[in-house]
């Protein structure tokens, strides 16, 4: 099982940032997927969800209306369209395979990528 984020960076408060996590190794149809992000000195956050179909998704409040989770599962990749940025955005953002048997517990991680919101 491999899960490879990408499209971190550095952006401009209120600027838009889309990361994408390519996934191997398993049925990537057969599972839902998570982003996790951490920021600096703090644990990590649950930020948004998808089930494994792609057609219901869920969101923490923290994001609500500003962030869009997708999961493509023809090209095995789920995305994570981020906007209205904030600086208390910032974190390493990871995805995660839920595990089949239990909700929100997370079997697989990838090795994130960093999001840096400031002017």
């Known amino acids: 099982v491999q899960l490879v984020e990408s499209g971190g960076g550095l952006v401009q408060p209120g600027g838009s940032l889309k990361l994408s996590c390519a996934a191997s190794?398993?049925?990537?149809?057969?599972?839902?997927m998570s982003w996790v992000r951490q920021a600096p000195g703090k644990g990590p956050e649950w930020v948004s969800g998808v089930n494994s179909g792609g057609g219901s998704t869920y969101y923490a409040d923290s994001v609500k209306g500003r962030f869009a989770i997708s999961k493509d599962n023809a090209k095995n990749t789920l995305y994570l369209q981020m906007n209205s940025l904030k600086p208390e955005d910032t974190a390493l953002y990871y995805c995660a395979r839920e595990d089949l048997r239990i909700s929100f517990v997370y079997d697989y991680w990838g090795q994130g990528t960093q999001v840096t919101v400031s002017s």
């Open positions: 190794g398993f049925t990537f149809s057969n599972y839902d």
